[in-house]
């Protein structure tokens, strides 16, 4: 089929069943359909998948797809082998396969069945497979989790510092970078080093204008303070993060011996519980998960009506990912961090045994931290400038959404700061 002829909205029916595409989908489809370098930057939940999945579908060859987590990898082989009726279309390769596996993925690939091949960033090293990929036709290679190769993100995988020497050793391909990290940093770090000057840029917006953003000071009193607004939101479900494990099954038996319904959630506990306490959650047995980042990742409850971080966390981009999962519906979604410079100070002592390097970037990512706890304003805007997005906190959509601006703190004189 030539490219001219894709009806794009009938392929995004055949193959995914959904009448539109979502937000900035259609001109990135289009870019990476016409062979160009493309990098998209798009929060969770936009519909990054999407983007290379419906290209790879239609184009001719095999799209190799770079992702950090076999578990991912796994979920969406799965998702477009149940699309399709061949269980060929889409395979990951990694080192767990048996020799007869590896020969299957071969045949599916020389034969052009396979539309997608999902490669951990360490497979792709393999000599091996680097001399068959070089052979057989590829569509683009699609970099997911692109931030990844930025020490300025917060998930540095040094494998993601060779793809770009490795994509050169395949040929002629279009790149195309995906990630949810919109830091100014990272994004240059990530063009420079998948060597995509030239890429075709889509970046959607960051705003959540449903989500309330407020910072309270943390006293002694936070754990009734957290009580109490449980308790005004009776019925409802939230999140609470909290930095260490011992935090969080301590916060979770407070909450239960003040009969809030709460599970714990992190990773020290079995795999049998976390999965029992994330369905209660889900099924809205509990109300209340208490719990590590662990929690979260491919967490997909829809009505999550407030997120509270009892610690802060070591980053912005954390913070808007933690708070990303409250109101998803897009209804209410109250955020809550609770700041006290004591904490700063504990996550400055932990990050003092790492590398200088390591050490430096913690630091100057904290201080953002910091400069969004104190600031006084618009909180929407701070983040928002964080991710290079300007915001206008008149008229933009959730503009009254926050503390600082629903009550201004009183300005401080100017002269009320000179030193005499
Ligand atoms: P991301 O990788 O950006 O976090 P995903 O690719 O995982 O997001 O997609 C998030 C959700 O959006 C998925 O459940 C997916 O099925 C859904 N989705 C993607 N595109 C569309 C669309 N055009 N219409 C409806 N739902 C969509
Ligand atoms: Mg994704």
Request: charge should be negative.
């Amino acid at each position: 089929m030539k490219l001219t002829e894709i009806d794009l909205h009938k392929e995004l029916k055949k193959y995914f069943g959904f009448n539109q595409f979502k937000g900035l989908q259609e001109d990135v489809v289009r870019s990476i359909i016409t062979g160009n370098n493309t990098f998209v930057i798009m929060p969770t939940g936009g519909g990054k998948s999407l983007c290379y999945q419906l290209p790879a579908l239609v184009l001719d060859g095999t799209a190799i797809v770079v992702s950090p987590l076999i578990a991912l990898m796994k979920n969406q082989v799965d998702a477009i082998r149940s699309l399709s009726s061949e269980a060929g279309v889409a395979h990951v390769l990694n080192s767990s396969l048996t020799k007869t596996e590896i020969n299957q993925v071969k045949k599916d690939i020389t034969s052009g069945l396979t539309k997608l091949l999902y490669v951990a960033p360490e497979s792709l090293t393999k000599e091996e497979y680097v001399h068959f990929l070089r052979e057989v036709p590829l569509s683009f290679v699609a970099i997911d989790e692109a931030h990844c190769i930025s020490e300025w993100g917060h998930d540095f995988r040094p494998e993601y510092r060779n793809l770009r020497n490795i994509i050169k050793q395949l040929g002629d391909v279009p790149v195309i970078g995906l990630t949810a990290t919109a830091t100014p940093k990272v994004q240059e770090d990530i063009l420079k080093n998948l060597d995509m000057s030239d890429a075709n840029t889509f970046k959607a917006s960051f705003n959540r204008p449903n989500l309330f953003y407020e910072v309270r000071t943390k006293t002694k009193n936070v754990e009734s303070d957290i009580i109490r607004f449980i308790k005004q939101h009776k019925g409802k479900s939230g999140v609470i993060y909290c930095l260490s494990r011992k935090k969080v099954e301590e916060i979770a038996q407070v909450l239960q011996v003040n009969g809030v319904s709460a599970v714990p959630y992190h990773a020290g506990l079995d795999a049998k519980t976390r999965a029992k306490h994330q369905d209660m959650f889900l099924m809205e047995d509990v109300e209340v998960v208490v719990a590590t980042i662990a929690f979260g990742m491919g967490i997909d409850k829809p009505d999550v009506r407030y997120v509270i971080h009892h610690d802060i966390p070591k980053s912005l981009e954390s913070y808007y990912q933690e708070t990303g999962r409250a109101g998803r519906d897009g209804g209410e979604g109250h955020c809550i961090a609770y700041y006290s410079y004591k904490d700063i100070e504990k996550l400055e002592k932990f990050m003092s045994g790492k590398p200088v390097a390591e050490q430096e970037i913690g630091f100057a990512l904290l201080q953002e931290v910091v400069a969004y706890a104190e600031t006084s304003m618009s909180r929407r805007k701070f983040l928002l400038h964080y991710f290079g997005e300007e915001f206008d906190d008149v008229n933009g959509e959730g503009a009254d959404m926050d503390d600082n601006v629903r009550n201004p703190k009183k300005k401080i004189e100017a002269q009320d700061q000179v030193v005499t």
